[in-house]
């Protein structure tokens, strides 16, 4: 018979589960930082989040615990140690050193001394210090968690610390001083004390005493550095998704855990497939009304925030809701699905702007599925969606961060999304302008609509068609008689710059697009009027192409942009703080803070950094002067000003050539009024807006 002995090196590692609480407030306890660890650095974010762990199993059920994960730590040695101080003790066999861990006992030792302060300082009327005798048994069992017999804290930090970390902890900071320190011991403990009210000490204190976690004590032959790699794993870390599966299921028993699995979870994965991610931020940001990042475990912590702690029965009843939601996304995936042909088109198209509008399409389509709302209250949302996300681009608008609010609207009701909506969905007007002179975004989408094709997969055998080509060849002709290497360079340029706008464009069967390939325009025309497609069709009544013809094809087909994506009635301009000028506020002097009035202005779709009345006066004039002069006379003349022959006073002029002058005294009610009617003798009002800055939003 052989004997069969343990590893050596099994001696020398020592694991069990302790309860922190007690373990911390041991008298024996005391926990040394070695030099060779990091500085502290849990923000507030980190500190938020294990203060509402810790209320919630505070409020939840006597017997259950919250597991805080392992805490490593070997016997001191003078070495090891580093001592924490320069008058530090010799090491006793009491002491541990730690290894990993840190950062969380850190934190609890913070929040301990947050509480610890707040009942003594309620128990004197407000008052601080450390020097009156604290009041038990409340007070006297926080005690024992931070300082040892001899008044010196639990955890010692090693010296480049030490002294802040215990001034915070003892709260020996210089109050009457006004003290002021840059240390996230600092931060992270006036988080806790702003956080914590007297009355909920109790509540936070029974949650700390809940808490659990895994003591691994080296011996004097482990190797520490072997055993802290290994917890700390550089293997693949898990996904927010992956992260939301085990914090879902941990706790429950086997016969839980499989009835979640397989009632709840599998749904939701075939549902979502490979975008269950997207999925769960989606339904987060649809829920919380919050952007929520992408990037580490951001989804997943926000996801504890909202569910801090699930019962079964809880789990149950949020996990029949992730469910039918899973549902919807599936859908939004695959619009074919959809059991409405209406609805199946209106969600493909929803689709050509990508995938960002999915919280606020989710929930709207979930309702629907419902019979939360009617067929054609879902259509208008989806329609009105689409018209805010493709006037955003046509108008070069950023189309982040708009959702997340559209869904808090959504929250309040349906005139409130519509009045959400309608704030931040570009004017007619600035559409107009945007259409004539700038790229045309999802063209594709926007002709197809236009032309009267029904679905997104309709597409799929058309071309899309630009009648001047976007880089013509020398033979290229609008009229058949001159080519293109006889146009003059301003000639071509203008010709490039409204290539791929509206007017330009078209869609055209590819047989036919074959046939139409670099070919002038006489020579297509023909090809044009053989397509079943209206607008198209319609090119072939034109003899000859250019400029003149882009711009009124442009007029039409915007007039019928406007119709089948419009903005929905609003109250007043917003425009997404895009204000026309027309409509910019009046006021008289200056007032305080009048340098900073706008963000920046929009001129006839041109980005003018521009702040105040009195340069976008200067600016509009001297830009009229130039381009748009009878206009500026006509006014002038009809105004009494503000133009003039000669510097008849003295006061602040202006040059706008050797013989014509433009005054610059004027107040900003003035000079706002003279630019707007300039403008609109000038004709092009409506191709400007202002974008109030904050303090030009208030005054």
Not at 48 to 63: C, F, K, P, T, W
């Amino acid at each position: 018979m052989h004997m069969v002995t343990a590893p050596r090196a099994a001696t020398n590692v020592e694991a069990t589960a302790v309860n922190t609480i007690a373990w911390l407030s041991e008298p024996s306890t005391t926990i040394v930082v070695p030099v060779y660890q990091r500085q502290y650095r849990w923000d507030i974010g980190g500190c938020e989040q294990l203060l509402a762990d810790i209320r919630a199993v505070g409020d939840s059920a006597e017997n259950d615990r919250h597991f805080i994960g392992s805490i490593l730590s070997s016997a001191a040695d003078g070495a090891a140690a580093g001592r924490s101080a320069p008058d530090s003790p010799a090491a006793d066999d009491s002491e541990l050193v730690l290894i990993d861990g840190q950062q969380r006992i850190t934190t609890l030792m913070l929040l301990i001394a947050a509480l610890h302060h707040t009942v003594l300082q309620d128990a004197r009327g407000g008052a601080t210090g450390s020097d009156t005798e604290a009041p038990a048994p409340l007070a006297a069992e926080l005690e024992r968690v931070l300082v040892r017999a001899s008044g010196r804290t639990k955890l010692r930090p090693h010296r480049a610390w030490a002294d802040v970390f215990e001034s915070v902890v003892l709260d020996r900071r210089d109050h009457a001083g006004g003290e002021l320190r840059d240390s996230r011991f600092d931060d992270n403990y006036a988080f806790f004390r702003s956080q914590v009210r007297p009355a909920e000490v109790p509540r936070i204190w029974r949650g700390l005493q809940r808490l659990e976690h895994v003591a691994i004590t080296l011996g004097a032959d482990a190797n520490a550095q072997q055993i802290f790699e290994s917890l700390n794993s550089t293997g693949e870390p898990l996904r927010d998704h992956e992260l939301i599966h085990n914090y879902v299921l941990m706790g429950l028993s086997h016969e839980e855990q499989r009835e979640v699995e397989e009632e709840f979870w599998l749904p939701i994965e075939q549902n979502t497939g490979e975008q269950i991610a997207g999925f769960w931020r989606h339904y987060l940001v649809m829920t919380t009304g919050r952007e929520v990042v992408t990037g580490g475990r951001a989804v997943y912590d926000v996801f504890r925030q909202v569910f801090p702690r699930l019962d079964l029965a809880t789990l149950r009843a949020h996990a029949a809701e992730w469910r039918a939601y899973s549902e919807a996304y599936r859908v939004l995936l695959a619009p074919e699905e959809a059991p409405a042909a209406e609805v199946a088109q209106q969600l493909g198209y929803v689709n050509t702007f990508g995938r960002g509008s999915y919280p606020l399409v989710m929930r709207a389509y979930a309702d629907w599925a419902a019979g939360g709302s009617t067929t054609d209250e879902l259509v208008a949302t989806l329609e009105l969606l689409q018209s805010l996300l493709l006037r955003r681009s046509v108008s070069g608008l950023p189309l982040d961060r708009l959702i997340a609010r559209l869904c808090r609207a959504r929250h309040e009701g349906p005139e409130q999304l519509v009045q959400a909506i309608a704030r931040i969905t570009p004017s007619d007007e600035r559409v107009r302008v945007a259409l004539k002179y700038s790229e045309l975004p999802h063209a594709f989408y926007v002709l197809g609509r236009l032309s009267g094709v029904e679905s997104i997969e309709q597409l799929d055998g058309l071309d899309l068609e630009h009648v001047v080509p976007l880089a013509p060849g020398e033979d290229w002709s609008g009229d058949g008689e001159r080519r293109w290497a006889d146009y003059s360079d301003d000639e071509q340029n203008s010709h490039r710059a409204l290539a791929a706008t509206l007017g330009n464009l078209a869609l055209l069967e590819q047989p036919l697009a074959e046939g139409a390939f670099d070919r002038s325009f006489p020579e297509k025309r023909s090809f044009y009027a053989d397509s079943a497609l209206e607008p198209t069709a319609a090119l072939a009544e034109h003899s000859t192409w250019g400029t003149a013809a882009i711009a009124q094809r442009t007029v039409r087909l915007t007039e019928e942009f406007v119709r089948v994506w419009p903005r929905p009635a609003l109250r007043g301009i917003d425009d997404d703080g895009l204000t026309p000028i027309l409509d910019a506020v009046k006021r008289r002097g200056w007032p305080r803070g009048w340098e900073r009035e706008f963000d920046y202005v929009e001129y006839r779709g041109e980005h003018w950094e521009v702040y105040d009345v009195k340069y976008l006066f200067n600016r509009i004039f001297k830009r009229l002067w130039a381009d748009a002069r009878p206009s500026v006379i006509a006014f002038s003349a009809d105004r009494g000003g503000p133009i003039y022959d000669s510097r008849a006073w003295n006061g602040h002029w202006d040059t706008l050539d050797t013989d014509t002058f433009l005054y610059m005294g004027w107040d900003s009610r003035y000079m706002l009024t003279a630019l707007q009617g300039v403008l609109e003798e000038a004709g092009i009002a409506s191709e400007v807006f202002v974008k109030y800055s904050y303090i030009g939003a208030v005054m």
